[in-house]
């Protein structure tokens, strides 16, 4: 587990330095799916502070498993509104919010807690069908729309691009990200923070690393081969 996380933080520095980005500026999130909670307990153990998940009943199991480590839980699953209240109390930061309807629904949500709930836009860059995500053409409408509620803090923007076994071919949808978040920045609307590009797995992270990501979400190459 240590090798593994330690070749990894030396794969994304070295894309990082290469791109001309500060290290610092690429933060890594375990993808801790389907692992158990006493092998995330020793990837924390060894320097992970950030974990992503995309079940909520696992996810519930885990965070409680592990509540004595001060890490962060990210939510990177497709989320249905009738789960967003328990997403509210378990998550850090919701990396997938790809509807008006489920905006709605964690500001609703996360009122009742008291919470400002950190969100990114998941956008469907290459228009898959078997995937979530709003178009990118439809994005802006989303971000300003889920910019005015008041419980939700909008971060960035998240992608899950077509499957290549090629980064190279994947970069086109990695731009594509980076574009819309550069048009949405620029349009400077009031409440909405772009900072984060949250792209990258564990076959193309340094090709998304080249063109901006800020959130790598890894998971096979730090815990191995899902069942
Ligand atoms: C599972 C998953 C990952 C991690 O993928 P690996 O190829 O195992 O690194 C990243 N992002 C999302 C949204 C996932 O569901």
Not at 166 to 187: K, M
């Amino acid at each position: 587990m240590k090798a593994q996380i330690e070749a990894i933080r030396r794969r994304i520095e070295k894309a990082a330095a290469d791109a001309g980005r500060e290290p610092t500026s690429v933060r890594l999130v375990a993808v801790s799916k389907t692992v158990p909670a006493d092998r995330v307990r020793a990837a924390i153990q060894n320097g992970i502070t950030l974990l992503g998940e995309n079940y909520i009943q696992e996810a519930r199991e885990k965070i409680e498993a592990l509540r004595e480590f001060p890490v962060a839980w990210h939510f990177i699953g497709h989320l249905q509104s009738n789960k967003a209240k328990y997403a509210v109390r378990l998550f850090d930061l919701i990396h997938s919010v790809d509807s008006i309807k489920l905006a709605r629904e964690l500001d609703r949500q996360a009122c009742k807690i008291g919470k400002i709930q950190d969100i990114l836009i998941q956008v469907n860059t290459g228009k898959e069908a078997s995937k979530s995500g709003v178009y990118v053409e439809e994005a802006l409408t989303l971000v300003r729309e889920a910019g005015q509620m008041n419980n939700i803090a909008i971060k960035g923007l998240m992608t899950l691009p077509p499957y290549f076994n090629a980064p190279d071919r994947v970069r086109p949808y990695f731009q594509a990200l980076r574009e819309l978040r550069d048009r949405i920045a620029s349009g400077c609307l009031p409440g909405i923070a772009m900072d984060e590009l949250s792209m990258g797995m564990t076959g193309d992270f340094e090709a998304a690393i080249q063109e901006g990501a800020t959130l790598v979400r890894i998971g096979t190459a730090l815990f191995g081969e899902r069942a």
